[in-house]
């Protein structure tokens, strides 16, 4: 619903309102900040000073994690960028920022992810140096950095379900966060050093993750705890065969990113290849992902051998389509104007899952809204820039530290889990006041400026000591707006950018037209729960499923093709294909659709000198009882040393087929670890495919379940199948990549 029919948000116009009175700056249903405080419902948060944050703020009766009241500047923070602004609460959050990026850097020059989350996490110090740390912790970023590139030489992707890559995928955004630490530093050495790094880890990625739609295969980027985006029904198998838009997009960023650096070190050819490939990604998502109907990009597609789109709107993939220039300026606005925002602001996805506690799901995380706020400031939305700033205010102010994330609901904490002191919450936040409203950007060969200064927040703001390679400067910027009226270099007019040659000490004043960017509306939404996934069965050649409370009717696909709308809770499924339901609340709103069910024959195809025994070295620990749940005479154990499994096979008709593998991979758990088993699939001697074979349990070598399935178009007759292990097939373990396969499904699909 649209903001003219909530009509629940007014954003302050005078020019004055940013001071510290009592004149309102954003307010929401939800919360609202005038002046120097902020207040939600009964409860408030003032800043007496620029380093002091006081909260009344009290959370969930029985939440198991510290509620802080107050927070007090306990580090030197001197030697950063000092702002001063008329507002202190801005000051004071900006300053908190400052004081828990200090905690951040451990005594190694790593940096932290979170209070409650030690170590450096590939995605986390990588999405906190592209929004601020490259250039504030310039040298804890390159050190952490380094940290996750594996013995081989490629990036680390060092979390994800059933066993991190390639379920999970998006360990490029390493290669961004890295190439940012040079646009910083200028230094050649670390250019010559990500280079290799990035190479083979995207050539790994193409042979493994692509998927010829353009798109690329895998969880979506960030959010990867499988139960709280997916339908329960999703293996991680099917997880690895989905495609994400946040992940593809940093995918193509990364190719670019390749070229770009390609182009430096004088590899033309690696950077036109590059470039092609990222063209390929950017096309698929415009081309599989864009929904006109709803104006935003879906969140993924999900399914087995015929996907379908999961018509969410993810907030960070969206905003990385209009940062990273996926999105040309109208769908960029388009999206700006349709991504739905509560009052709370924008969630990490919408609708939510409604059998789901909060985390990914039903929540929002103040570091993909400073994303958020990003993307709106460059499409030009100023309403939405207003809000998406607030609802980072909102929660450092309350709760006096850069929290992890927060329940939509009710903007409180108690989410599955959560952190105080939280990097790339933290990271965002000084992100907002440097790369918005003062509109610091990096470039190879310098420095540009863009300040995007709502009419809310026009003020008077300096930013001093912001260090830039061997100068220190000085930046002032005046009024509001996004067009520049004046740039001025040590009082001389000057274009607003900075060679990276610059030296000394310099005065930087900016004045903005004071102009008001063409209205954009924001889609202001209540918070809102999807229709619980349907669970369907074939019996016989009828479809059948258990009906769903408040429920308006029932969508039923053959073959990813919506072919039936029903009130009854049953289908006749004569016709042979892949069935699945979706149900539709009485408001429109869908559910995931249901498990894919085929009534296709199915042809089993044994594997070569079945065994009933695990004899690998490769595993550490073998099953107390005896092995079970195998079907025929046994099953092939497969490891990095095993020889190529050939098998011979003939199909009656020309068409395409798919194949997928039956397995069981006992060496790890469903969420997390590192030793999902890859193996190359070719037929005819010609490569089809990677069979990726997640962890489905540690020690669980009963529980026996489908890898992803892999089409390949056939003629009539005699074939050969082999799977085998190539270099392209490491994990992120190194040494285990193992798992027993019982046989190989084969199904003519088209």
């Given at each position: 619903m649209k903001n003219k029919a909530l009509a629940f948000l007014t954003l302050a116009v005078s020019a004055g309102a940013y001071a510290g009175n009592a004149h309102e700056i954003v307010s929401t249903k939800a919360y609202s900040w005038h002046g120097d405080t902020i207040t939600q419902g009964s409860f408030m948060a003032t800043a007496p000073d620029a380093h002091t944050i006081v909260s009344t703020y009290s959370a969930t009766p029985g939440y198991g994690f510290p509620i802080d009241k107050e927070w007090k500047l306990k580090n030197d923070i001197s030697s950063y960028p000092a702002l001063t602004t008329p507002n202190t609460l801005h000051t004071a959050i900006y300053n908190m920022g400052l004081d828990e990026m200090v905690n951040a850097v451990e005594p190694d020059t790593t940096l932290r992810t979170g209070k409650e989350w030690a170590g450096v996490w590939t995605r986390d110090v990588s999405y906190s140096i592209l929004l601020s740390m490259a250039y504030m912790q310039p040298e804890a970023s390159r050190i952490s950095l380094m940290k996750k590139v594996t013995p081989t030489g490629v990036i680390v992707q060092d979390t994800g379900s059933g066993g991190a890559w390639p379920i999970s995928s998006d360990r490029e955004i390493w290669a961004l966060a890295a190439y940012e630490v040079y646009k910083v530093?200028?230094?050649?050495?670390?250019?010559?050093?990500i280079y290799p790094v990035i190479k083979n880890s995207l050539a790994d990625d193409e042979l493994t993750v692509q998927s010829p739609s353009g798109l690329v295969k895998g969880e979506t980027s960030f959010i990867d705890w499988r139960e709280q985006s997916y339908p329960r029904w999703m293996q991680t198998a099917d997880i690895y065969r989905s495609e994400a838009l946040g992940t593809s997009i940093v995918h193509a960023q990364a190719l670019r990113t390749l070229a770009a650096?390609?182009?430096?070190?004088?590899?033309?050819?690696?950077?036109?290849q590059s470039n092609e490939r990222a063209q390929k990604i950017v096309d698929g998502v415009n081309n599989e992902l864009w929904m006109n109907d709803k104006g935003y990009y879906a969140m993924y597609t999900y399914g087995r051998n015929f996907p379908i789109l999961n018509p969410r709107a993810e907030t960070l993939g969206e905003s990385l389509a209009i940062l990273y220039d996926v999105a040309d300026a109208d769908r960029a606005r388009s999206i700006t104007e349709n991504n739905p925002v509560t009052p709370f602001g924008a969630a990490i996805f919408f609708p939510q899952i409604a059998d789901m506690p909060p985390y990914h799901n039903n929540s929002l995380w103040p570091w993909v809204a400073a994303y958020w706020?990003?993307?709106?400031?460059?499409?030009?939305?100023?309403q939405g820039t207003m809000e998406a700033i607030g609802s980072i205010f909102r929660p450092a102010a309350l709760f006096a530290t850069n929290k992890e994330n927060f329940v939509l609901d009710n903007g409180d904490i108690a989410t599955e889990l959560n952190s105080s002191n939280m990097l790339w919450c933290l990271a965002g936040n000084i992100a907002v006041t440097h790369k918005i409203l003062f509109g610091i950007h990096f470039e190879k060969d310098g420095l540009a400026f863009a300040p995007f200064v709502p009419r809310a927040l026009a003020a008077e703001r300096s930013l001093t000591g912001f260090k830039y390679r061997n100068a220190v400067l000085d930046i002032t910027v005046k009024g509001y707006g996004n067009e520049i009226k004046s740039f001025t270099l040590n009082g001389k007019e000057h274009k607003p950018f900075l060679p990276a040659d610059i030296k000394g000490h310099n005065t930087i004043v900016i004045t903005m037209a004071d102009n008001t960017p063409a209205p954009l509306s924001v889609n202001h939404t209540r918070n809102k729960k999807a229709p619980l996934t349907p669970v369907a069965r074939l019996a016989g050649n009828t479809l059948e499923w258990a009906p769903i409370e408040y429920i308006g009717a029932y969508v039923v696909l053959?073959?990813?093709?919506?072919?039936?709308k029903t009130r009854t809770t049953s289908f006749d499924a004569s016709v042979p294909g892949e069935y699945q339901v979706i149900g539709v609340a009485s408001d429109g709103t869908e559910?995931?659709?249901?498990e894919p069910l085929s009534n296709r024959t199915v042809t089993v195809l044994e594997v070569p000198s079945p065994a009933t025994?695990?004899?690998?070295k490769e595993v550490s620990y073998m099953p107390a009882e005896e092995l079970a749940g195998y079907t025929g005479n046994g099953f092939a154990e497969t490891d990095t040393a095993s020889p190529a499994m050939e098998v011979a096979f003939e199909v009656p008709a020309d068409g395409v087929y798919a194949f997928v593998v039956r397995y069981a991979n006992g060496n790890g758990p469903v969420n997390t670890e590192n030793k999902c088993a890859i193996r190359t699939l070719s037929v005819d001697g010609v490569r089809a495919g990677v069979v990726v074979m997640p962890h489905r349990g540690v020690?669980?070598?009963n529980d026996w379940g489908l890898s992803n399935y892999v089409q390949v178009p056939l003629k009539a007759g005699k074939h050969t199948l082999t799977i085998d292990y190539r270099p392209e097939n490491r994990n992120m373990n190194l040494h285990t990549n193992h798992a027993l396969i019982d046989y190989i499904g084969l199904e003519r699909i088209k």
């Open positions: 530093t200028g230094d050649r050495n670390w250019l010559e050093f650096i390609a182009e430096e070190l004088g590899h033309k050819d690696v950077a036109a706020a990003m993307a709106n400031a460059k499409a030009g939305n100023e053959r073959d990813g093709e919506r072919i039936a559910s995931f659709a249901s025994s695990i004899t690998s020690a669980n070598w």
